[in-house]
């Protein structure tokens, strides 16, 4: 929403903590991403890939399942799978194609997680409280940025 778009260019009014905690957290979640599919890779057999290669490919694979030409990616990312680590690294085009399936499963058994979580009506936070939360956040960027 207009609304999120907005909050998320306000948080660049004080660049250096903000950047900074957001670029330690994408790093975080790089190599969370490239950890699973190197251990996912390995389950399945694929030694040609060492846990560098699979940091350089990740992302660039995880990019392209992410242009919007299909739902959720599924096709374009498969198609990106096995056409980039076949070429580039010498894996086998059935050894890409059943890594593409087996992130994707993995991902969708996490996201049901949190579906589960939803449906069964887990802790939810007021309006009045979320506000407060978000001032208290707020209050603490100013004071960092300070």
């Known amino acids: 929403t207009a609304h999120d778009i907005d909050e998320a260019i306000l948080n660049y009014k004080h660049p250096l903590p903000v950047v900074f905690v957001q670029l330690l957290m994408s790093v975080g979640v790089h190599l969370g991403v490239s950890v699973l599919h190197f251990s996912h890779g390995s389950a399945i057999g694929i030694v040609q890939m060492g846990f560098t290669d699979y940091l350089v490919i990740v992302p660039i694979l995880l990019t392209i399942t992410a242009l919007p ?3 959720a990616g599924w096709g374009v990312g498969e198609l990106a799978y096995t056409k980039l680590l076949p070429d580039v690294f010498g894996v086998s ?3 890409a194609l059943a890594l593409s399936i087996v992130s994707r499963i993995v991902q969708l058994a996490w996201s049901l997680l949190g579906g589960v979580f939803l ?7 007021s309006p ?3 506000m407060h939360e978000i001032e208290e956040a707020e209050h603490e960027m ?4 300070e």
């Open 128 to 130: 009045k409280e979320l």
């Open 93 to 95: 085009w059935s050894m």
């Open 69 to 71: 030409i299909a739902p």
């Open 119 to 125: 449906i069964t009506g887990g802790h939810k936070i």
């Open 142 to 145: 100013t004071e960092a940025a």
